[in-house]
């Protein structure tokens, strides 16, 4: 199944992105980031789910995924720093309930993604497209 998507993913492509692959060696297009980046969040999908997903990611119209409860809980404990008591546990209790919103990234945590996707791009390119992804 995985193979289908793939392999309709890039017929979708065109021959201008294959073009742009063999002309560009070994570093990936957008598009492909994208797909990785797809594939990724899709996770253990299968069928339909998968396919709707995958279609609205590459588009960009896709959800964020959720946060497991372990991310919840790495971010709220850095989102508590120096809490200490009844208020840690206060906030800790909030941040962690399904009530609370999931907590910002950091700019830290944004700055490293950013630096991922932004792959092999250089000068005022990357200048560019980082300052971009750090307001998104």
Do not use: H
Not at 25 to 49: F, H, I, R, S, V
Not at 83 to 102: H, I, N, T, V, Y
Request: hydrophobic share 30%; aromatic share 2%; charged share 30%.
């Amino acid at each position: 199944m995985r193979m289908l998507c793939v392999a309709a993913v890039l017929a979708l492509m065109g021959s201008s992105a294959l073009a742009a692959e063999t002309k560009g060696g070994n570093e990936p297009t957008a598009q492909q980031t994208l797909m990785t980046e797809c594939n990724q969040k899709a996770g253990g999908m299968k069928g339909d789910e998968r396919k709707k997903f995958m279609s609205e990611c590459l588009s960009g119209k896709a959800p964020a995924p959720k946060m497991t409860q372990q991310e919840r809980m790495k971010a709220c404990n850095e989102k508590a720093g120096g809490m200490k008591g009844d208020e840690r546990k206060k906030f800790m209790s909030e941040c962690l309930s399904a009530k609370a919103p999931a907590p910002k990234a950091t700019q830290q945590e944004r700055m490293k993604v950013c630096n991922e996707k932004a792959g092999g791009m250089k000068g005022d390119e990357r200048k560019k497209f980082i300052s971009e992804c750090l307001k998104n």
